[in-house]
């Protein structure tokens, strides 16, 4: 009953940090111990990352990598050579379950763009307080815990990813491939410099509105050919900024295809 709860509440989570916390919440109900953790291997440590209390997090305990290798059962954290670990101070046992590793996780810069090992950590005070048999809930939340991080791991790489985009000099738009009127559901700040239109402004609308071509110019029905194949291509077009001037825009325009293989956005790039 406490995992089907815990999963519930991971379910209506509104992001992968909300759901990690109602993972570690139903560990707690299933097992009935003091606290829980996700802790991640750095080098020959474990350093917790997220906890059922916020005083473990950060924490980091020297030498105890070795502790995330395998579900293991420490029934006295004294007796096995970590109590000394401010972690670990108060806690007497201690149950590890390793998460399952992705079988592709994304590469990317930060630390989010390197798979870890990572492992669900249960404490409690008693020594000796945990049983073989609670090894098995704690099997099926890391497997839950894995598709977190790895939802996780997807965000912070979209975010960076994000930055780069509105961070470019290049003028940057990106259109909804999906919908026939390809409408602009982001545009950087140098679509802004350069177009002189607001974000706000153009959200939602097909970027034709941009072009001072006339409807039959070669350029420009090279541009329509390439948009309703939705296919790469390099096009010159004479285009207007929100005041009215006009001038040429070099327009380079690529796909982006979906886990699917479905042609998901168009993402004009542009200069002047």
Sequence with gaps: EALL???????????PAGALEQLLGAACAAIGCGAAA????????????TATLPA???????GAAALAAKPRRVTDLAAAGHGAAPAFAGW???????????????????????ARDKALLCLDAAPGRFAPADLEPLSRLA???????????????????????????VSISVADAT???????????????LTGWRRAEVIGRNCRFLSAEAADSPARLALREAVAER?????????RRRDGTPFWNRLTLFPVRDGSGEVALLVPSALD
């Design 56 to 62: 473990l997090e950060g924490a980091r305990v020297a």
């Design 92 to 114: 007497r046992a201690l149950l590890v379950q390793p998460v399952p590793r992705p079988k592709a996780a994304p590469a990317g810069p930060g630390p989010e763009g390197r």
């Design 5 to 15: 709860a815990g999963v519930e509440r991971m379910a209506a989570a509104r992001d």
């Design 179 to 193: 919908d026939p009127g390809l409408p602009l559901v982001h545009v950087n700040a140098a679509f802004e410099r």
């Design 143 to 169: 497997r839950l815990a894995a598709q977190i991080v790895a939802a996780r791991r997807l965000v912070r790489r979209n975010e960076l990813l994000a930055a780069v985009v509105d961070g470019a000099s």
């Design 38 to 49: 996700l802790a991640a291997v750095e080098g020959a440590d474990l350093v917790i990352d």
């Design 231 to 239: 296919r790469a291509g390099e096009f010159e077009l004479l285009n």
